[in-house]
T-cell receptor, first 112, second 113 residues
Framework: AQSVTQPDIHITVSEGASLELRCNYSYGATPYLFWYVQSPGQGLQLLLKYFSGDTLVQGIKGFEAEFKRSQSSFNLRKPSVHWSDAAEYFCAVGANDYKLSFGAGTTVTVRA | SQTIHQWPATLVQPVGSPLSLECTVEGTSNPNLYWYRQAAGRGLQLLFYSVGIGQISSEVPQNLSASRPQDRQFILSSKKLLLSDSGFYLC????????????FGPGTRLLVL
């Protein structure tokens, strides 16, 4: 079965600084990979996804993620963080069934 | 375009009372439907999913049950709530089978007292 690890529980970053969130997955074949964002008290919003092709994926809100098969990683990046990026971020992996496996999430705090 | 609704948005219930949370999807047909629970400060736990009317798969044995009486309606129920049922309940939908993108509803905050 597939699984996801997000090593960082909480990250604090200054507004305008760059952000990188780590995600490592475990799956025997090429997975489907996702990043979601959740603002407090809200549902999850899809930021971006990787199914195949170009390993650098562009998403909404200026986010991008890079799939590295050799490292089993799918890290999320943003060059310049805005205060509105404060939220919880979830990495997820899908396989050849109906389910997604989610990581435990990384909470991002943005300081002025 | 597709939209997903959940209600109620917030619910406070006493221990031992019944529960019914509803999720409805618009703008698509034959979606896969999912119920997740998110406890405070924790990740998402898949509770149930359904790939068709009357087809329910349970992921975690617990005090809850799910039903899908119509193609785009998914209901989460309990006969007697426990304190541990408190949490944030999220409904999601997807199309297809192979690890497709899931789209989430706004969630229901349940507090059991």
């Amino acid at each position: 079965a597939q699984s996801v690890t997000q090593p960082d529980i909480h990250i604090t970053v200054s507004e305008g600084a760059s952000l990188e969130l780590r995600c490592n997955y475990s799956y025997g074949a090429t997975p489907y990979l996702f990043w979601y964002v959740q603002s407090p008290g809200q549902g999850l919003q899809l930021l971006l996804k990787y199914f195949s092709g170009d390993t650098l994926v562009q998403g909404i809100k200026g986010f991008e993620a890079e799939f590295k098969r050799s490292q089993s990683s799918f890290n999320l990046r943003k060059p310049s963080v805005h205060w509105s990026d404060a939220a919880e971020y979830f990495c997820a992996v899908g396989a050849n069934d109906y389910k997604l496996s989610f990581g435990a999430g990384t909470t991002v705090t943005v300081r002025a | 375009s597709q939209t997903i609704h959940q209600w109620p948005a917030t619910l406070v219930q006493p221990v031992g009372s019944p529960l019914s949370l509803e999720c409805t999807v618009e703008g698509t047909s034959n979606p896969n439907l999912y119920w997740y629970r998110q406890a405070a400060g924790r990740g998402l736990q898949l509770l149930f999913y359904s790939v068709g009317i009357g087809q329910i798969s349970s992921e975690v044995p617990q005090n809850l049950s799910a039903s899908r009486p119509q193609d785009r309606q998914f209901i989460l129920s309990s006969k007697k709530l426990l304190l541990s049922d408190s949490g944030f309940y999220l409904c999601a939908w997807s199309q297809g089978a192979l690890g497709e993108t899931q789209y989430f509803g706004p969630g229901t905050r349940l507090l059991v007292l």
